[in-house]
Each structure stands twice: as structure tokens, then as C-alpha cells.
């Protein structure tokens, strides 16, 4: 079973670009088929997907956040981090990564979330 770990900062200043990072372990993210994924929980609202990342390192962005998001891959960390710019108090939320395997859309796994504050 794929472990995974997300870390970065808790606080970020409005307008800044929030950098998270998740940790994989028990897992390579280049193995073939699987992709790698970020969402987000606003406190009292639902999950919100932000993109994805897959094992041969294509992209895919919400439409609502494509303009200020973006997912990047270290192979050699066995690592994949988001970045989301010029934030808000609105992009206050808890962040997760996760994975799954593409042909199904099956045999998600997820971190256990950090939480990230946008204040000043």
C-alpha cells in the first residue's frame, strides 16, 4: 500500500503562492498507470479537486484553478509538489495528495492532510 505525506508551510500571506510537497513511500510515482493527485477541503465545504500529475509526468488542472495552478514532479525524491499562486483567504483549506490507478480509476490512497491558513 503506497504511503503518503504531504509538508509546507501552514500559514501563507495573501497574494504569495502556496508550495506544497507529498512524500511518497511504498510506491514510485513513475510506475506505470498510476497518477498522482491533489485535493482540497475548505472548512464546512466539500472536497474540491485540483489536479493531477501521472506516471509519465502529463498534467491536468481544474478549470476553475487552472490559471493559478501547478503540479510538478521530483523523480529522484520519489516526490510531487503543488503550487497555487496568488492565494486568498479563500484558498484556506486542508490539502491532500493521493494517488490512483488510471485504467479503472481505481485503488485510491491519500495522505492525512495538512492544513494551510491564508492570513496576513
Known amino acids: 500500500q503506497v504511503q503518503l505525506q504531504e509538508s509546507g508551510p501552514g500559514l501563507v500571506k495573501p497574494s504569495q503562492t502556496l508550495s506544497l510537497t507529498c512524500t511518497v513511500s511504498?510506491?514510485?510515482?513513475?510506475?506505470?498507470?498510476?497518477?498522482w493527485y491533489w485535493i482540497r477541503q475548505p472548512p464546512g465545504k466539500g472536497l474540491e479537486w485540483m489536479g493531477v500529475i501521472a506516471y509519465d509526468g502529463s498534467t491536468h488542472y481544474s478549470p476553475s484553478l487552472k490559471s493559478r495552478t501547478a503540479i510538478s514532479r521530483d523523480t529522484s525524491k520519489n516526490q510531487f509538489s503543488l503550487y497555487l499562486s496568488s492565494v486568498t483567504p479563500e484558498d484556506t483549506a486542508v490539502y491532500y495528495c493521493?494517488?490512483?490507478?488510471?485504467?479503472?480509476?481505481?485503488?485510491?490512497?491519500w495522505g492525512q492532510g495538512t492544513q494551510v491558513t491564508v492570513s496576513s
Open positions: 511504498s510506491g514510485s510515482i513513475t510506475t506505470t498507470n498510476y497518477a
Open positions: 493521493g494517488s490512483f490507478y488510471l485504467p479503472s480509476y481505481g485503488y485510491w490512497s
